[in-house]
């Protein structure tokens, strides 16, 4: 009798568990006017701008989009529109722009599966960071699970950043592993009160079921707690761009990123913002700057994990085989000048397996191979 019951329960636990991931299914995937197969095997669903799962959240209800920042900084290019024409070939491009393009008043959002649902062990954990990751020494992070190698500039307001980042495609030796180049904007200290604004370029199996290198954002209003997500996994980003789609894979070749306040730009492209609602202090100027690179390293079997940064090499190695050349530059407080950073210092948590070097006024170059005969 007490297997009867056993089985019983589990088939309670799966109907339910079913259920769940069902009514998820539904939140993220929004009606599509227009749907393309990538040759890749992602669905790109072409939806509505104004059915976006931003509008779900609660503060966002009666949200007007806006299409462009108010203001540039001096010195800073935005010199392609985002024309919404069929005969436009945007300088950043996907595999699924082979097989057909979104049309005007739609955004492109990659379809969610009930397999990536799953991966991540229950509906509410997709999309979610399962492991903090400031790239701050002084952080409570566990740097024995996260590495970086980080350029930082601190001690000023920052309202926006900007990289170029060489796409490379780190090999990930667990599919719980990540390896990503990005840049962050940050507000306030982890363990009280921290907002972040993340975007770049990753490969992580665990979120998106395969080992290609895909582009994300990320944003948090209380340190990862219960806030913010990978790309459209939640309500809060607002995309406006109907070229780009989110954890899409990118072609092989550098692409060009920054945000202005809370906006998003790709390949000078306006791609979308975060509202300032979400933050509680990101909303206005954000207290440090981050450029680089993070792994984690679950350190299997005893052992420094083989999941690569960038390139797989060091940047002592030669300037063909340094990881990524990130051109970095931002615009900060009342004065909104676009400029090179300054008095920055590096963030490196085990030299012997990923390193930075910053040699360059307006570049600088980081990578790893990880596991190694100096990295055990």
Known sequence: MSSVGKRNTNTIFNKKQKLEIQQQLKRLN???????????????????????????????????????????????????????????????????????????????IRRTKEEDLLRAGSATNYGRKKHHNISNAQSKVDLSIHEHA????????????????????????????????????????????LDTIEAGIM?????????????????????????GCYNLACSGFVQIDNKIALGATVAPYSIYGGTQRQWMNIAERNFGYWPSSLFSILSNSASEVHWGGEVVNF??????????????????????????SSEISM???????????RNTHKVVTNP?????????????????????????
């Not at 009606?31 to 799962?53: F, H, M, R, T």
Request: with cysteine; charged share 25%.
């Open 30 to 108: 929004k009606p599509a006017l227009k749907s393309i197969e990538s040759p890749d095997g992602d669905i790109i669903d072409c939806v509505d701008i104004n059915k976006q799962p931003a509008f779900d959240h609660p503060l966002l209800k009666n949200h007007t989009i806006q299409m462009k920042p108010s203001s540039y900084p001096e010195g800073f290019s935005n010199s392609e529109s985002n024309d919404v024409s069929s005969n436009f070939e945007p300088k950043f491009t996907q595999p699924w722009h082979l097989n057909g393009r979104c049309p005007e008043g739609t955004i492109p």
């Open 150 to 193: 980080v350029l930082v500039e601190d001690g000023d307001k920052y309202y926006g950043m900007a990289a170029a980042m060489n796409d490379w495609k780190p090999y990930t030796q667990d599919r719980t592993e990540f390896s990503l180049s990005q840049f962050w904007m940050k507000a306030g200290e982890y363990g009280q009160d």
């Open 203 to 227: 490969v992580y199996e665990l979120l998106f079921g395969d080992k290609e290198t895909r582009i994300f954002t990320y944003w948090t209003d209380d340190g990862y707690q219960s806030t």
């Open 299 to 324: 350190k299997r079997d005893g052992q420094h994990t083989t999941t690569q940064m960038g390139s797989g090499h060091f940047p002592e190695e030669g300037f063909g085989a340094r990881l990524v």
């Open 331 to 341: 615009f900060i407080d009342s004065r909104q000048l676009f400029r090179v950073p």
């Open 352 to 376: 012997n397996c990923y390193n930075l070097i910053d040699d360059a006024e307006d570049a600088f170059f980081f990578g790893g191979p990880g596991r190694n005969p100096n990295c055990p």
